[in-house]
């Protein structure tokens, strides 16, 4: 699309009114369409391209803009990732900035910081060399940086993969099964899909392969009393009752109704009947009570950092804190406690987030195991081998990451309830 001195201006309001980040960047970029209701679909998906792209892009940006105006991010951007040359600038930009973009082009990435590099804050980086050298810290943050595949899911109820891989190819979407999991498709660019009539009709629904996979590793059966614990989007929530066959009970718990209402219509779409959403004030509240020592399955995707989701949502860097960080850990154990109460003697639990940091991950399951010895880890990668999917290097964790498995990242951890009480 041509860049008009019209479209440059509504470039730098949009990103005048995100960059604040005073909520999440695809919330304010919302609002900012309903404030530009004539713009089309290309003029919102250039807009909507710019703004995540400064936010992947950031650090560096700042590096050469010095003071970061909406203005000199854009221009900035413009120049150095979306490849345009003064001559094409030139109309659009005083002759001072026409100086300033020659200079910036000029700068060399690979001189910068490690932390420039990866478009990681400083903190960040420090956790992760925790666990990771500082090549592969690099590695993912340029990784972190591209955005994500669009990944969606079949509803087995309804279709088959390679039935819908067929009707896309039809509909000149270019499409391929994911390599892990066996209900997966990954699509090439960024298909209208939500207006397509597989999706309207149930069959599919977006969901990242990672994801998916969490399903499987749940692995719930037709028949039995499964609670999936935090609902957040539902996209679990629908994989777990189609693998029941919608047999069986599957209640789906959240503290926030405005989440359960936006699960309503795709649940509708699903086919599925045994899925029974209830709002929870809170991990304490009287609705889990009763369920106590009754549940067979429970999957508890925690409430998190979500810096394994960055390709999605890059303003999370600048959103998340060390501080964050250690209130986020002490809430995921107190979910986890709750949760736990649920299951009966020989239940499962899988414990999963999609963050990088062990704050949210390892070192959750080793505070819970210390303090609920009826509870030992099953190896994950011996349950998806059971399931013939084949994900190399897991083992006793999931751990899935854009650097290796091209998913967003996700770690899991697979708990078993005792059928025997602990002795003394």
């Known amino acids: ?42 003029g919102r998906s250039m807009i909507a391209e710019t703004v995540f792209g400064i936010l992947r892009h950031r650090f560096f940006l700042e590096v050469l803009t010095g003071k970061a105006t909406a ?5 900035a951007y413009l120049a150095r990732f979306q490849g345009m040359n003064l001559r094409e600038l030139t109309p659009l930009i005083r002759e001072v900035e026409s100086k300033w973009i020659q200079q910036i082009k000029a700068v060399k990435l690979e001189e910068q910081p490690q932390f420039i590099r990866a478009e990681f804050p400083e903190w960040l980086v420090g956790k992760l060399q925790q666990s990771w050298s500082d090549e592969d810290i690099l590695r993912l943050g340029q990784v972190l940086q591209q955005p994500a595949p669009l990944d969606i899911r079949v509803n087995s109820l309804l279709a088959k993969r390679e ?54 590793l749940l692995a719930p059966k037709r028949g039995e009393m499964v609670v999936d614990f935090c609902v957040g ?57 009763r369920l106590a020592g009754k549940i067979d399955r429970v999957l508890v995707d925690a409430p998190c950092s979500g810096l394994g989701t960055l390709r999605r949502n890059p303003d999370l860097k600048w959103r998340q804190s060390p501080e964050s960080i250690n209130e986020l850990q002490k809430k ?5 406690t709750a949760a736990a109460k649920l299951l009966k003697p020989g239940g499962r639990l899988v414990y999963a987030t999609c963050s990088l940091l062990p704050e949210e991950n390892q070192q959750v399951i080793e505070r819970f195991l210390a303090d609920h010895p009826q509870f030992s880890i099953l190896n994950c990668g011996e349950l998806l081998a059971q399931q013939k999917i084949n994900l190399p290097d897991t083992g006793e964790f999931l751990q899935l990451s854009p650097l290796y498995h091209n998913t967003d990242g996700f770690f899991a951890a697979v708990l078993e309830h005792s059928r025997m009480e602990p002795k003394n």
């Open 163 to 216: 039935e819908v891989i067929a009707v896309l190819k039809q509909e000149g979407i270019e499409a391929q099964s994911t390599p892990f999991s066996p209900v997966g498709i990954r699509l090439t660019g960024n298909p209208a899909i939500n207006r397509n009539a597989l999706f309207l009709s149930g069959k599919i629904e977006v969901q990242d392969e990672g994801s998916q996979i969490l399903g499987f």
């Open 332 to 336: 995921q154990i107190a979910i986890l």
């Open 71 to 75: 203005r000199e991010l854009v221009l």
């Open 233 to 289: 989007a539902g996209g679990k929530t629908l994989l777990l009752g189609a693998l029941m066959h919608s047999r069986g009970r599957l209640y789906a718990f959240d503290i926030s109704e405005k989440r359960l209402n936006n699960l309503k219509p795709r649940l509708k779409r699903s086919g599925l009947s045994n899925v029974h959403p209830q709002h929870i004030d809170s991990e304490k509240d009287i609705k889990l009570k």
């Open 1 to 42: 699309m041509r860049l008009t001195p019209e479209r440059l201006n509504l470039l730098i309001i949009a990103v005048r009114k995100v960059l604040p980040l005073q909520a999440p960047a695809d919330v304010l970029l919302r609002q900012f369409f309903r404030d530009y209701p004539q713009l089309g679909q290309n």
